[in-house]
């Protein structure tokens, strides 16, 4: 007969999207499966479980990172941004990248989407005036199976340009 392995529950303490998070779970729980299975964050996507799509991408105190990679106990006492937190303003209002995204019709079916925010994200804290192929470097860990990725890159172009200056930022009202 096969051995059972026993389910221990680890305490984890976290900050979700500026909110203090205090759960026990079993220490084999992914990061992906608390936000989405425990907290309802579903805007984190699992798409493979394997790091190979990049749909689970969040921030980890400040660094973008693919949640099916990280325990949630490994996570404890970190900062953690899901796509559900990076909206601007009391008023909910689209972050610059979310709004590069739509303006450039970066997205299809949406899937990649939340993931492919998060990298672009990451990538224009590291390089606030990316080339293209900067741009397709910093999300070749986020696969698309719709777009094509032109307006992915359009996109992430589109909100660096924004953010520093050299197009005239959409103004609703």
């Avoid at 493979?48 to 105190?61: M, N, P, R, S, Y």
Wanted: hydrophobic share 35%; proline share 2%.
């Amino acid at each position: 007969m096969g051995q059972s392995v026993a389910s221990t529950d680890v305490s984890v303490d976290l900050e979700v999207n500026g909110r203090r998070v205090a759960r026990e779970v079993p220490a084999r729980t992914l990061l992906v499966h608390l936000l989405r299975d425990t907290l309802g964050l579903t805007g984190t996507h699992v798409g493979c479980d394997t790091t190979q799509c990049g749909a689970c991408t969040v921030e980890l105190d400040g660094v973008a990172v693919k949640s099916c990679t990280v325990l949630a106990a490994q996570a404890s006492g970190c900062s953690i941004r899901t796509i559900e937190g990076v909206s601007s303003g009391d008023e909910g209002g689209l972050d610059l990248v979310q709004e590069a995204f739509w303006e450039k019709h970066g997205l299809q079916c949406g899937f990649c989407t939340p993931g492919m925010v998060m990298a672009v994200r990451q990538l224009l804290r590291d390089n606030p005036s990316p080339t293209e192929d900067e741009v397709r470097h910093g999300i070749d860990g986020n696969l698309c199976r719709c777009t094509g990725y032109q307006n992915i890159v359009a996109a992430a172009l589109h909100a660096s340009r924004t953010r520093t200056g050299e197009v005239a930022r959409r103004v609703s009202g």
